[in-house]
């Protein structure tokens, strides 16, 4: 998965495609939907939520019951179901609760493309557990590589810094009311996942999945020169976890290494070396873009025509069967065997020692 920033920049860029070569046509009924909720901030906050689609669940470290693991179980499959059930709440609801889980599900389904595009590419660049080494943080260049991308990528697309972006800000603020957006939710993971429906206290696991994830959105927010060299500090004395740096946005001009591969070194799916590719970041997110257009496309037919089969054929097919770990297996995930990690251990400890001397 991209970190955070990347899943809000996709939706955000979707909502904005309105017209043009791969844009919505915001005359057609079903599409005009886009062009609602770009200008209503309540569904575009609520569609950057949906955009961190399962990952919000894997944030739930703190309060119990948790949600992690439907986190995890989405990640391996029940999409497709799970947006079936969303566009059908979505058709019977009233309008405002309708808007919601319709901005929330074309965030959630920006998620799915690019985190499969995206993903054989990270584990290919980063390494994992183990390989290709045993040194202890190599588990942490994963998430330390999504962060590096997310920064480096907004300042190329937009000119800007981590804290200039403000990504909690962009999230629904804490007094609005989700309360009907995660029963749709609850309902959905009921009829996607087998082990939902027996889990008496998912409602409140999915609530508190969200209330960790906002937690752990803003104490990672807008990161200063200060926080790194206080995060630092701490970590010499050992109030802090020694990873701490592979959760934080670093800043762009710091990160010294090609994560977003401008440079085109050929790299292959982790699981299948005989699958190359010299895309750059860019590229992978124009595909994930691309993909996410078609598949919101026939997301807002589904809600349009619930009555029909036909809609709801096309809209399984376009989101498709395929894991968001690897993106070319359905459950299991296939086996990673091949890597070639861009030299992200050094950049990691450069970073670090730069906030002890500065
Ligand atoms: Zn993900």
Redesign the pocket.
């Given at each position: 998965?991209p970190s955070h920033i990347s899943h809000a920049l996709l939706v955000e860029d979707l909502l904005g495609a309105a017209g043009g070569e791969i844009g919505f046509d915001t005359k057609n009924p079903p599409e005009s939907t886009i062009a609602h909720i770009t200008a209503d901030p309540r569904a575009r906050s609520i569609a950057v939520l949906g955009a961190q689609?399962?990952?919000l669940f894997l944030h739930n470290h703190r309060r119990k019951p948790r949600g992690f693991r439907y986190g995890a179980l989405l990640?391996r499959h029940g999409n497709a179901d799970l947006l079936e059930s969303l566009a059908l709440s979505a058709a019977r609801e009233d309008p405002e609760t309708a808007r919601a889980t319709i901005a929330y599900s074309i965030g959630y389904i920006t998620?799915i493309h690019l985190?499969r595009v995206c993903h054989p590419y990270i584990n290919w660049s980063a390494g994992w557990r183990g390989t290709p080494d045993r040194d202890m943080d190599r588990p942490a260049m994963h998430p330390f590589l999504e962060r590096c991308i997310d920064s480096v990528f907004l300042m190329h697309a937009r000119g800007q810094d981590v804290p200039d972006f403000d990504f909690y800000g962009r999230l629904p603020e804490r007094g609005v009311d989700l309360f009907a957006l995660r029963r749709n939710i609850v309902a959905a993971l009921q009829t996607a996942l087998r082990s939902a429906p027996d889990d008496s206290r998912i409602e409140r696991r999915i609530a508190n999945a969200f209330a960790d994830a906002y937690g752990f959105y803003r104490n990672t927010n807008a990161p200063t020169d200060d926080y790194f060299r206080e995060a630092r500090a701490r970590e010499r004395r050992g109030t802090v976890h020694h990873r701490w740096l592979s959760l934080v946005h670093p800043p762009s001009e710091l990160v010294s290494v090609d994560v977003l591969n401008l440079d085109r070194r050929t790299w292959a799916h982790p699981c299948d070396e005989s699958r190359q590719s010299d895309w750059s970041f860019l590229e992978l997110y124009r595909e994930a873009l691309t993909r996410s257009i078609a598949t919101v496309r026939l997301f807002l037919a589904r809600v349009h025509e619930p009555e029909l089969p036909a809609s709801g054929e096309a809209l399984a097919a376009s989101v498709g069967p395929w894991n968001?770990n690897d993106g070319i297996t359905q459950d299991p995930p296939c086996r990673r065997t091949y890597c070639d990690p861009l030299p992200l251990l050094e950049l990691y400890h450069e970073i670090k020692s730069f906030y002890d001397h500065s």
């Open positions: 998965m689609g399962p990952d990640h998620h985190d968001l």
